[in-house]
């Protein structure tokens, strides 16, 4: 089966600090570029992050500045979403993804009270 599966989500307050993970399974992970992107109720998914399958490279949206870093251990078949100085405009839905397999996981909910 493959399929990934998102954790680490919940409350946090503004300033705050998240880390999001997604474990990827039935699929060899190290070969893929994967995504992090997010959906907030009434709004259009956004792209926040790429990490490449090599995890050296990896590209953010300007809409999340400096504050997310992303981050692979292929060993442990698993990708990271370091948010940090949270704001309540990061609550979202957050979804890791693998463009070429058009997979998605379940979501993680964020929220950022003020």
């Not at 998240?18 to 992090?36: E, I, N, P, Q």
Request: hydrophobic content about 30%; aromatic content about 10%.
């Amino acid at each position: 089966q493959v399929q990934l599966v998102e954790s680490g989500g919940g409350l946090a307050q503004s300033g705050g600090s998240l880390r999001l993970s997604c474990v990827g399974s039935g699929f060899t992970f190290r070969d893929y570029a994967m995504d992090w992107y997010r959906q907030a109720p009434g709004k259009e998914r956004e792209l926040v992050a790429r990490i490449v399958s090599a995890g050296s490279s990896v590209y953010y949206s300007t809409s999340v500045n400096g504050r997310f870093t992303g981050s692979r251990d292929n060993d442990k078949n698993t990708l990271y979403l370091q948010m940090n100085s949270l704001k309540p405009e990061d609550t979202a839905l957050y979804y890791c993804h693998v463009p070429s397999l058009k997979l998605w996981g379940q979501g993680t909910q964020v929220t950022v009270s003020s």
